[in-house]
């Protein structure tokens, strides 16, 4: 039953990383994406 618990534990805890993970990842794809347009602005002139 213990090691239920863990195991239960360790899950919740691996899915809330790789949620806060994606999370970043999500963050960082917008960050690139607006620099990227920012950056074709400037070539553009």
């Keep these: 039953m213990n090691k239920e618990i863990d195991a239960e534990k360790l899950i919740n805890n691996l899915l809330s ?22 950056n074709s602005k400037e070539v553009g002139k």
């Design 17 to 38: 990383k790789i949620t806060q993970l994606e999370f970043d990842n999500a963050k960082l794809s917008v960050l690139v994406e607006t620099y990227e347009q920012e």
